[in-house]
């Protein structure tokens, strides 16, 4: 029960520092209901949950709570995200933590340029990507093999998440 109040606790600060922040630098936060409807989509009940813009780990929390209200156990899944933003993925480490949800798989790096867990095989994919972001390095990119049916505009990254 305590575990529950602070993770709330700790929810409502998180909601309340991103309004606070609005969308500096294409980031936001996800709000509760929309995450709910995505992961109520999913039916995530068991198997690897993979966020690769994982934000505070909002998907994650709320896939644990799918599972314990379908009267699952929270151990048939396990998490794996990646976050590019240092001081968003404390939040995320330390949001999963209060909980008691694993977090040894969420990582610091960008899963543009570097993609900590591209050998992973997700049974299910979950995410809100920062789609306006004007710098996600597409030069660099050029080459990768995401790109064999044509490469995105330099300018926006919103077609690259179409073709992760």
């Given at each position: 029960?305590?575990?529950?109040?602070?993770?709330?606790?700790?929810?409502?600060?998180?909601?309340?520092?991103?309004?606070?922040?609005?969308?500096?630098?294409?980031?936001?936060?996800?709000?509760?209901?929309?995450v709910r409807?995505?992961?109520?989509?999913?039916?995530?009940?068991?198997?690897?949950?993979?966020?690769?813009?994982?934000?505070?780990?909002?998907?994650?929390?709320?896939?644990r709570k799918?599972?314990?209200?379908?009267?699952?156990?929270?151990?048939?899944?396990?998490?794996?995200?990646?976050?590019?933003?240092?001081?968003?993925?404390?939040?995320?480490?330390?949001?999963?933590?209060?909980?008691?949800?694993?977090?040894?798989?969420?990582?610091?790096?960008?899963?543009?340029?570097?993609?900590?867990?591209?050998?992973?095989?997700?049974?299910?994919?979950?995410?809100?990507?920062?789609?306006?972001?004007?710098?996600?390095?597409?030069?660099?990119?050029?080459?990768?093999?995401?790109?064999?049916?044509?490469?995105?505009?330099?300018?926006?990254?919103?077609?690259?998440?179409?073709?992760?």
């Amino acid at each position: 029960m305590a575990r529950d109040v602070l993770g709330r606790t700790y929810e409502y600060f998180i909601k309340m520092f991103a309004k606070a922040e609005g969308h500096r630098g294409g980031e936001f936060y996800t709000p509760q209901c929309v995450v709910r409807l995505l992961v109520e989509m999913l039916e995530p009940y068991r198997g690897r949950v993979y966020d690769p813009a994982c934000g505070s780990g909002g998907m994650f929390v709320q896939s644990r709570k799918f599972v314990e209200a379908h009267n699952g156990n929270p151990n048939d899944i396990s998490i794996y995200g990646q976050e590019r933003n240092e001081a968003t993925w404390r939040i995320c480490k330390m949001n999963l933590a209060i909980r008691g949800i694993p977090n040894e798989n969420i990582l610091l790096d960008d899963t543009f340029t570097n993609d900590l867990h591209k050998d992973l095989r997700a049974d299910f994919i979950i995410t809100n990507p920062p789609f306006n972001m004007k710098e996600w390095g597409g030069e660099q990119l050029r080459k990768d093999k995401r790109w064999m049916f044509g490469s995105p505009s330099l300018e926006s990254m919103r077609p690259f998440w179409r073709k992760v």
